[in-house]
Every structure is written in C-alpha cells, then in structure tokens.
C-alpha cells in the first residue's frame, strides 16, 4: 500500500472527498514528525509506538580495504508494533 491507496481508503472508510483524505493523512503524520523532531515518543493504542534511539558510535571496517573507520553516533526512528499488531501479523 503507498500513499495514493492509503488516501483512497481514507476516503471510502471516513467518507470523505479525496483533499479532506490528503489532508488528515498529511496532518497525521505532520503531527508524528514533528513529535519526534521535540524528542517525544509517539503511541498509538492499538498499533505502536513511535521513538528516537540514539546509536552509539563505534568501529568499523571498509570492505574494500579492510581499513579500520570510525562510524559516528546518529539518531534513528524506532518502531514497537503493539501486541494487537503482533497478533494479526
């Protein structure tokens, strides 16, 4: 499913016109951005949770060579399905 069939279902499940769909989708996830952006964990009942993890750095090797490389911290998006997603995957 992309973002032109998840609008379509918005429409047909909330009977709505199809820019009142891009608009609540767009809000949605406007909303889980900028949530994550102030740091805050994200929940949503039912589905899971949303939240930034900081990855330490540490030592690498380059394939190529085998040269030993320093890959620094960065942060990543974590996501937790909820037991209720679990349980239908």
Known sequence: MNRKDLISWIMKKANLNSSQATKALNSTLEGILDAL??????TLSGFGSFEIKIRNPRKG???KTGEQVSIPSKKRVKFNPSKTLKDLV
């Not at 952006?37 to 994200?42: A, C, D, F, L, T």
């Open 61 to 63: 090797r380059n394939p």
């Open 37 to 42: 952006k102030r740091g805050e964990r994200v």
